[in-house]
């Protein structure tokens, strides 16, 4: 097969492949549950960050957001926005702020090392962006829907030394996004290889 051919098929299969990424993330997006000892029931794990980590790592970051911004998209037109779009811009940004360190890091070096290295910083980026996006944009804009002493009576009911917005997004939001992280990255650990090698080959 000739130099361009590979090329084209290359890129015919990354295309495929992220679509597919993408609307199984947008599905994974819809399976939401709530971590009730950490934090209110309005905020929900979901593991719809496994797929786009998978084609972060087969595809680099670029395309990690590309199946980050179709998941969401799915997500829209599967199940609509009951938050006015706060949620899904939340899940947006935080997601996007997971997968670049990881893709950069990986596509630097491509090792088992680095992935792991790679994920577990992406998930203290992740954590730490998702406290002051939620404490000065994301909750600001959820008070539409909910006072805002609401959001911080429902943290402080779970954890007693919440005290204002940037106490819950501390107290509850932080905690809730690292445990988050860790377990997308321990899945995407133990799949990511035997994928990768399907993904590579075609699919």
Not at 11 to 32: C, D, H, N
Not at 157 to 186: H, R, Y
Request: with cysteine; net charge positive.
């Amino acid at each position: 097969m000739s130099t361009e051919k590979k090329t084209s098929s290359y890129r015919l299969r990354m295309l495929t492949t992220t679509a597919m990424l993408g609307a199984m993330a947008g599905l994974l997006m819809l399976i939401e549950i709530p971590l009730g000892f950490i934090a209110p029931s309005f905020y929900k794990i979901d593991l719809s960050e496994v797929p786009v980590m998978i084609g972060t790592f087969a595809f680099g970051p670029i395309q990690g957001i590309v199946i980050e911004l179709i998941k969401i998209l799915v997500k829209l037109i599967l199940k609509g926005t009951s938050t006015g779009f706060v949620g899904e811009i939340a899940n947006f940004v935080i997601g996007v702020a997971m997968v670049i360190p990881a893709g950069i890091i990986y596509k630097h070096r491509k090792t088992k090392k680095h992935a792991v290295i790679g994920m577990a910083i992406s998930t203290v980026v992740m954590a730490v962006v998702g406290v002051f996006l939620n404490a000065y944009v994301m909750i600001p804009m959820y008070t539409k829907f909910m006072p805002i002493e609401q959001i911080v009576e429902a943290g402080k009911a779970i954890i007693a030394w919440v005290k204002d917005t940037f106490t819950f997004c501390l107290f509850c939001v932080l905690p809730f996004n690292l445990i988050k992280g860790v377990i997308v990255s321990l899945i995407v650990a133990i799949i990511y290889k035997p994928l990768s090698r399907l993904i590579h080959k075609g699919i």
